[in-house]
């Protein structure tokens, strides 16, 4: 792999250890993957960031970099809402340990933003390079935006962070980003029918990229619920839809194409005892309609899932849900924090959470449209 000068010396050790340290990870990747060169990158995400995956020994090796980042950089939901962990029924340890890792990040300069919607913030524009690690946001923004990530681990886009730069390989070059297969979708979907699809496809088609052909009206929103839940089961980094997403008409046609009329999902429980929304992040939009949706006060436990940013931008929607008993976190999510190990039955409304609970946090999870989650939260009967 081709280095600069400037990276042959950051390699060496001349900047410091952390640049240097990083740097080895992004040469090894490369070398790994055959990238040509290093490339830079507009901004970085990182995951992995709550305790629960870093432990002790992770925490003492954070607490040894040194710098600043190069580039925006974000960080991925943590273990817990940094404000009401408390509310979360986090013990004090768990939150003074993940409160550190946090300050090791808002020192090397992160802005703490632990969301997994960071296109909501940093949004970047097609055909920008970029390093991020959340599986959701990777497609979302390989495939509605058009911009260019690689699906990073943790430690890669850290480096990619301090360096400002990543290999060049996969995601980064364009013929990589191509179809492998043609899906078309019987018939026109509602919108709880995106995640469900987006599971369903994930695991029929493994990791090939589709092409697929929706019929009707798709919305972002429809997008990234689709692309959270494909993301999860199959693991592709980008999709493209005919006529919708920005890259569709850029390949040939695939040769391969399947045909999808059953796509339904088995819940593994029946009585929930949590319902929990905002997987991914919720939108501003998604936060309000959800507020107007929650007219009285709520029967079962409802949390709701948000970045930071977007929560305060709309204080009056929180303000309402909370007055009805709904409890809106940020910071963290249904499934990276151990929370929500303290109830048995989740009811979701997202693909990717209801592949992630049983598996990450041991606990049953029904699928539920947005409208029958809410319902169930308010105890009526239909
Ligand atoms: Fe985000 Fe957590 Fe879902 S990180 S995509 S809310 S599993």
Known sequence: MYLTAEEEKILDGEQGETLQKSMEILVAIGKIFDADRLIPIKSAQVSGV????????????????????????????????????????????????????????????????????????????KGDHIAWAESSAVIYANAVIGAMTNREGGPSALAAAMVGKTPRFGMHIKEKRAPHIRVEVNRKLKDHEFPKVGYWMGKEIENKIPLINFKGKVTD????????????????????????????????????????????VESGCSEADLVAIGCPHLSGKELRKIAQMVSQPLKKDMWIF?????????????????????????????????????????????????????????????????????????????
């Open 50 to 125: 709550s305790y629960q995956n870093i432990g002790d020994s992770g925490i003492e090796w954070f607490e040894n970099l040194k710098g600043k980042v190069r580039v925006p950089s974000l960080i991925n939901p943590a273990g817990m809402d940094l404000d009401k962990w408390k509310e979360m029924g986090i013990e004090s340890e768990f939150a003074r340990k993940q409160l550190k890792i946090i300050s090791v990040f808002r020192r090397l300069g992160f802005r703490i933003e632990c969301t997994c919607t960071p296109y909501y913030i940093l949004t970047p524009e």
């Open 221 to 264: 929103i429809n997008l990234r619920d689709f692309g959270a839940a494909l993301a999860s089961t199959g693991g592709q980094p980008i999709f493209h839809v005919e006529g919708v997403t920005p890259e569709w008409k850029d390949f040939h046609l695939p040769e391969e194409s399947i045909y999808v009329e059953d796509f339904d």
């Open 306 to 382: 948000t970045s930071r940013f977007i929560k305060n931008k709309n204080m009056d929607a929180v303000a309402k849900l909370e007055k009805m008993g709904a409890k809106v976190f940020t910071d963290t999510c249904m499934v990276v924090s151990p929370a929500t190990r303290n109830y048995r039955c989740i009811m979701v409304n997202s693909g990717k959470a209801f592949c992630y609970l049983p598996k990450l946090a041991s606990t049953e999870v029904i699928f539920k449209p947005l409208k029958e989650c809410i319902q169930e939260a308010l105890g009526n009967e239909d």
